[in-house]
């Protein structure tokens, strides 16, 4: 699948601006990943980008829809990643694709919350401010911590240099995710 492709999906079922705005920081994010890990990249950026697809349209059977999909056009690696991109959902972690998924997906929609109430966005931003609002239980309420936690255990990664390498991707792309 190209990116090109994965994009047609995505706009197809996704038309809310903030999912949009989460779905490319994500895709963005993962590609470094992706490079960084000496993998397909592109792979990568892909499962970023489609992973929560179906939220919008389908919150009830997400993420089932845009796993079936991505199955029918043979994307097993990229459906499986999908698929566990959150623990309760009780799904193994094969390889590296399904774990940095996990550990990018909600700390990547936590570090832009944080943008959303600095000054400079993220400008500026340290994994130690990124660390204490985390212990803020009633900022980003939503954000599971717990989540947090599981994906750097599982991709085996420090949470402070994992943190600094979201907002390092984040920053180089602050124009286009309007975040600084």
């Known amino acids: 699948m190209t ?4 994009k047609d ?8 601006d903030s999912l949009l705005r989460h779905a490319r920081s994500v895709e963005l994010v993962m590609e470094a990943y992706g490079k960084h890990l ?3 990249a592109e792979e990568y950026a892909i499962t970023g980008m489609l992973h929560d697809a179906d939220y919008e349209a389908y919150p009830e059977e ?6 079936a ?4 056009k043979g994307e097993e690696k990229i459906a499986h990643a999908i698929s566990a991109h959150y623990t309760k959902w009780n799904v193994p972690y094969t390889n590296n694709l399904d774990k940095a ?10 570090i832009i919350a944080c943008c959303h109430v600095r000054p400079g966005g993220i400008v500026g931003m340290t994994p130690k401010s990124v660390k204490k609002k985390l212990k803020t239980k009633g900022f980003a309420a939503k954000v599971e911590r717990d989540e947090i936690q599981a994906g750097v255990d ?5 949470l402070t240099e994992h943190i600094q ?5 984040l920053d180089t792309n602050k124009e286009e995710l309007k975040i600084g």
């Open 3 to 6: 990116r090109e492709e994965a």
């Open 9 to 16: 999906i995505l706009t197809a079922m996704t038309k809310g």
């Open 38 to 40: 000496g993998e397909d």
């Open 62 to 67: 997400h993420p089932n829809r845009i796993v």
């Open 69 to 72: 999909m991505l199955r029918e």
């Open 101 to 110: 998924l996990l550990a990018c997906d909600e700390l990547t929609g936590f």
């Open 154 to 158: 599982h991709l085996g990664v420090d």
């Open 165 to 169: 390498f979201i907002i390092n991707v």
